[in-house]
């Protein structure tokens, strides 16, 4: 198994969309600050808009350290776009989203944002968000599952946002896809059982509680060893350690740079058939 990850960061997945629900938005508030308060730096992917905005400048606000990993192609249209049509629903959020002393790292790709994020956090939690944030979830789940990292993943299950992806998780594991020790590789948290108290509930604690209480020694990843079992996170330069293709590739750009190399393999194969 992979060893723990000694990064405080946490990487947060949510919306470039505000949502239609001030729950939602209040939330993303409470997480930022909560990771300011924790002196928890946050990686996100970037910008200034939705979810994503709100976190971003919680944590700014308080006096938290924020980077956000940004693709050129996003950066050079404008940053991130809407794809909802929610509205600010308070002041509080309005003024956040207004802040403006966000850091920000420009990759060449979706693919590239992605490792960045990962190999700097030790935690992930997922806020409500759409296509892309479903992606990003189960990606970082899948890597518990194949041994790539040892990383708590929760999820905050505002207004019962995420209940159909544990559903779903639930009926892989029925139906023989999911091990049934692995549903345990994603933490939900639920909140109060009454939806009106959602508003009002601290889910940013909750997220730092659910991180602390994440059991490394009870993931029982595939026996697939990707670093020499070592933790994936950057170190604190922000670089990973790369040796020659000759030797060990460590951290998570070794799946890029064997993604690159399966690709000429197989070139070189089609080729030749």
């Not at 950066?75 to 509080?92: F, I, L, P, R, Y």
Request: proline share 4%; net charge positive; aromatic share 8%.
């Amino acid at each position: 198994m992979v060893a723990p990850s000694n990064s405080s960061a946490v990487a947060v997945y949510c919306a470039a969309s505000l949502g239609k629900q001030n729950a939602f938005q209040l939330a993303a508030l409470s997480l930022g600050h909560a990771l300011a308060e924790a002196k928890r730096p946050l990686v996100y992917g970037g910008g200034n808009m939705g979810l994503m905005g709100v976190v971003s400048g919680a944590v700014i606000e308080e006096g938290g350290q924020v980077t956000g990993i940004i693709p050129y192609a996003i950066q050079a249209a404008g940053g991130e776009k809407d794809k909802g049509n929610g509205v600010v629903k308070t002041e509080s959020v309005a003024g956040v989203l207004n802040e403006d002393r966000r850091r920000h790292i420009v990759v060449d790709s979706m693919h590239e944002r992605k490792i960045e994020m990962a190999k700097r956090a030790g935690a992930f939690v997922g806020l409500p968000g759409g296509y892309g944030t479903f992606e990003e979830i189960l990606e970082v789940i899948a890597w518990n599952q194949i041994n790539i990292h040892n990383k708590p993943v929760i999820l905050l299950n505002v207004l019962s946002y995420y209940s159909p992806l544990r559903d779903l998780i639930r009926n892989g594991v029925r139906e023989g896809f999911i091990q049934p020790h692995n549903e345990k590789l994603c933490v939900f948290v639920d909140g109060p059982k009454d939806h009106k108290d959602h508003e009002s509930f601290n889910w940013g604690q909750a997220a730092i509680d659910a991180i602390a209480a994440w059991q490394y020694d009870q993931i029982r990843s595939l026996p697939f060893h990707w670093t020499k079992d070592t933790d994936t996170s950057a170190k604190p330069n922000g670089k990973s350690d790369i040796k020659g293709m000759s030797g060990i590739v460590g951290g998570l750009y070794g799946l890029k740079m064997t993604n690159t190399w399966l690709k000429r393999v197989w070139h070189a194969c089609f080729r030749s058939c």
